[in-house]
């Protein structure tokens, strides 16, 4: 089975200007969860869908944003970039079966976004 | 705020020995705990889950969950320089929408 895939892996921009990511969970997978990821900042959660809706939201600006489609597929955009916003994003999805507590989480390779 | 705290080291072993890592849980209604490994530059691995008090073994690895102590950590038998990574703790918490909480990782170091 294929595993969670991103793109790009890897973007340069420049401040002010908007970026969108893509993510493609786990063949059956319904849940994508976004991070961002910084040295001495761990996994900051940005969001979740399932099925097309957002379930859980982080605490990051509205300049974060993402959707999910109805394969499941989903992308994140950042609106007016800024300096600080240079971090890995990673996109990881679950199952979510119901009923079961577990649901452990697969994550992709990752985007390093660089903000000039 | 519901929180996940982990030492953030980095803990130093040589190889060989036994790796104990160790997390503490705010919210008592935490149902699931995660473990996953990250190496420098990669995105985070699944280790292992566990949801029920005592212990769960695969391979060198044991997670040991007290629900009681709010309490959950990682034994590494066998100690590998492979091992040397940023552990990461996870801890879902109970509710419908079941929110994934993360602690900042600990780093450890296994010495040839």
């Known amino acids: 089975k294929a595993g969670v895939t991103q793109t790009p892996r890897y973007l340069i921009k420049t401040r002010g200007q908007q970026v969108t990511l893509s993510c493609s969970p786990i063949?059956?997978?319904?849940?994508v969860s976004w991070y961002q990821q910084t040295p001495g900042q761990g996994l900051q959660f940005l969001f979740e869908?399932?099925?097309?809706?957002?379930?859980n939201k982080g605490n990051f600006p509205g300049r974060f944003s993402g959707r999910q489609f109805s394969n499941s597929r989903s992308e994140m955009n950042v609106s007016t970039l800024e300096l600080g916003d240079s971090a890995l994003y990673l996109c990881?999805?679950?199952?979510?079966?119901?009923?079961?507590?577990?649901?452990?989480?697969?994550f992709g390779p990752g985007t390093r976004l660089t903000v000039l | 705020q519901k929180e996940v705290e982990q030492n953030s080291g980095p803990l130093s072993v040589p190889e060989g020995a036994i790796a104990s890592l160790n997390c503490t849980y705010s919210?008592?209604?935490?149902?699931?705990f995660f473990w996953y490994r990250q190496y420098s530059g990669k995105s985070p691995e699944l280790i292992m889950f566990?949801?029920s008090n005592g212990d769960k073994e695969d391979g060198r690895f044991t997670a040991q969950l007290n629900k009681a102590s709010q309490y959950v950590s990682l034994l590494i038998r066998d100690s590998q320089p492979s091992d040397s990574a940023t552990y990461l703790c996870?801890?879902?918490?109970?509710?419908?929408?079941?929110?994934?909480?993360w602690g900042l990782g600990t780093s450890l170091a296994v010495n040839p």
């Open positions: 566990i949801y």
């Open positions: 869908y399932f099925s097309e809706t957002q379930r």
């Open positions: 919210d008592r209604g935490s149902q699931s």
């Open positions: 063949s059956g997978h319904r849940s």
């Open positions: 990881a999805s679950s199952s979510l079966t119901g009923g079961a507590i577990y649901n452990e989480q697969f």
């Open positions: 996870a801890v879902r918490g109970a509710g419908n929408n079941r929110k994934l909480i």
